[in-house]
Nanobody, 124 residues
Framework: QVHLVESGGGLVQAGGSLRLSCAAS????????MGWFRQAPGKEREFVAVISWSDGNTVRADSVRGRFTISRDKAKNTVYLQMNSLKPEDTAAYYCAAGQSGFLSRKRGEYDYWGQGTQVTVSS
């Protein structure tokens, strides 16, 4: 059974940084993609970034490119989201997800497993 546990959220001022972690367990993720999504109150859950577990290739949403970086540590079975230059509009619950898609998907439906989420609040 796959478990994804996010951590690292919190309250930060605009311009600050946070690093989110997603600890993954339950199987060999070598054929998986690992994604980060976020959901603000009253809004749809939206794609943030995705990484291929096997080769480390990544895709990021236009809204975070240049500010957020996704990475993974195979030895620790952990995926990270480094968030710099945070803006109030980045405020949301952030979710880690895993899927067996053959490409770096931005679509929620391509992900089979989800974590419980971690809250990020950016004050102006």
């Amino acid at each position: 059974q796959v478990h994804l546990v996010e951590s690292g959220g919190g309250l930060v001022q605009a311009g600050g940084s946070l690093r989110l972690s997603c600890a993954a367990s339950g199987r060999n993720f070598n054929n998986y993609i690992m994604g980060w999504f976020r959901q603000a109150p009253g809004k749809e859950r939206e794609f943030v970034a995705v990484i291929s577990w096997s080769d480390g290739n990544t895709v990021r949403a236009d809204s975070v490119r240049g500010r957020f970086t996704i990475s993974r540590d195979k030895a620790k079975n952990t995926v990270y989201l480094q968030m710099n230059s945070l803006k109030p509009e980045d405020t949301a619950a952030y979710y880690c997800a895993a899927g067996q898609s053959g490409f770096l998907s931005r679509k929620r439906g391509e992900y089979d497993y989800w974590g419980q989420g971690t809250q990020v609040t950016v004050s102006s």
